[in-house]
């Protein structure tokens, strides 16, 4: 055919292989709902020889991902190769500046460089897409982008990555230690090598920074979200946590306060009555509250090659349905010249308030002295209780000690926690967790 849409791969990891197949597998089908062929013309990737089950002879090959997202044989640049910076960046800049669209599935390009990469595609007049960079195949981009036109967002918070959500599953399902979850994850292909990424927060936050952006009208603070990752929850914490009547998972939030916008990255308990608690493996969940659909709950596979190149191929064909003179709509929703600067709210008070969970030396006063830590700090306290009967470690009987907290502020629990860690009661650090409102 000859309006044809030519697509440059970039990349030929799972993700980019996957496309691959897709596009050829699916052509007739495609071709039929785009209402032209798409057709893959050219790619690029690291190693040239190896077998990726793809017959490649009819396409072109460039070693330099930036001169494929120069070709002039191409109209769409697939930018699959991954990182913030270098190669990625350049060849995303120079297909943006070649008036090629773009699509992406690379969240920390976008999380740092997204509003001025935003400002070339609109200058330019042509799309970047990016909804395989959030939660995979879920196609949360496009529903807060266009569906939820004329919502006004006061809070999205999900589940967004299935390494964390594999392990906390895992751990509270089969009582299986963070390391030993996290072993089986590297060994099924769910956590890198190097799960520091993932384990820490910093995947979350930098797809919670893109969702934040579209949901407000800021620009992405990737640096703005206060972020703790999941290497210190325990066994301990998952079963106490259990007996209250709630489930530890990592959740990126961001919510629209007096003060300005608060992004936060933790792990998180939530009801065990509520829907997000219900989401298990390597799935992944977002949740979106607006004034006039309530809350959208959006789930299903957040990661692995299959569902990361459906939200690929679903861009794609967003830009093969369009024709020449179409007017595309903003990248993140609004204009990026629009884009709000992000006031960064404080850390304020949480409906459900905080878990606490202590380690305490079995000793006359050790409660009264918590409960008049806590009362100093103005916490009012939903229970506390003691779980167990004592441990016997290096010679010390030890106690439990778990505390409920009403809704009250972040530094409140810290300057508590702080006094009473000085108080010499505490057999090791304390273990603080927030409770989230979720339905």
């Avoid at 969702?211 to 407000?216: E, N, Q």
């Avoid at 459906?310 to 993140?332: L, T």
């Avoid at 008070?349 to 100093?376: C, P, Q, W």
Wanted: charged content about 20%; overall charge negative; some cysteine.
């Amino acid at each position: 055919m000859s309006n044809a849409l030519r697509i440059g791969v970039a990349g030929l990891g799972t993700v980019g292989a996957s496309v691959l197949r897709i596009l050829r597998d699916k052509a007739e089908m495609m071709t039929r709902q785009c209402g032209r062929e798409i057709v893959v013309t050219a790619v690029s990737a690291r190693d040239r020889a190896r077998d990726r089950g793809i017959d490649l002879g009819n396409i072109e090959w460039f070693d330099d991902p930036v001169a494929l997202a120069r070709s002039e044989n191409i109209d769409v640049f697939v930018e699959l190769i991954g990182g913030s910076e270098g190669t990625a960046r350049a060849a995303v800049e120079a297909a943006l500046n070649a008036g090629r669209h773009v699509v992406t599935a690379n969240k920390a390009l976008l999380a740092y460089h997204g509003v001025e990469l935003a400002k070339i595609a609109e200058a330019k007049g042509v799309l970047l897409n990016f909804e395989a960079a959030v939660a995979g195949g879920i196609p949360v981009i496009k529903a807060m982008r266009e569906s939820l036109t004329g919502n006004t967002v006061s809070r999205v918070y999900g589940i967004m990555n299935g390494t964390c959500n594999y392990i906390l599953t895992r751990m509270g399902e089969e009582g299986i230690s963070f390391t030993e979850c996290l072993k089986d994850a590297q060994r099924l292909g769910y956590a890198e090598a190097d799960p520091t990424f993932d384990i820490e927060g910093n995947d979350t936050a930098h797809k919670l920074a893109l969702l934040t952006s579209i949901a407000f009208g800021t620009q992405i603070a990737a640096d703005d979200i206060y972020l703790e990752g999941i290497s210190n929850i325990s066994l301990a914490d998952i079963r106490a946590a259990e007996e209250l009547g709630y489930k530890i998972k990592l959740l990126g939030v961001a919510v629209k306060t007096e003060t300005g916008i608060e992004q936060r990255v933790h792990p998180t308990l939530v009801p065990t009555s509520s829907v997000i608690a219900q989401v298990h493996g390597v799935t992944n969940a977002v949740a979106i509250e607006t004034d006039l659909l309530g809350e959208l709950l959006l789930s299903g596979p957040g990661a692995g090659g299959n569902a990361t190149a459906s939200a690929v191929i679903g861009d794609i064909a967003d830009i093969g349905k369009s024709r020449p003179g179409f007017q595309h709509g903003p990248v993140f929703g609004t204009p990026a010249k629009d884009l709000k600067p992000t006031a960064r709210a404080k850390m304020r008070s949480h409906a459900g308030g905080y878990f606490i969970r202590l380690n305490v030396h079995d000793r006359a006063g050790v409660f009264a002295t918590i409960a008049k830590r806590m009362a100093e700090n103005d916490i009012s306290l939903e229970s506390i209780v003691q779980r167990g009967t004592g441990a016997n470690m290096q010679e010390t009987v030890i106690k439990t000690v778990v505390l409920v907290t009403h809704a009250t502020t972040e530094s409140a629990v810290k300057q508590a926690l702080k006094a009473i860690t000085e108080d010499g009661d505490l057999y090791d650090k304390p273990q603080m967790i927030r409770i989230e409102r979720a339905g």
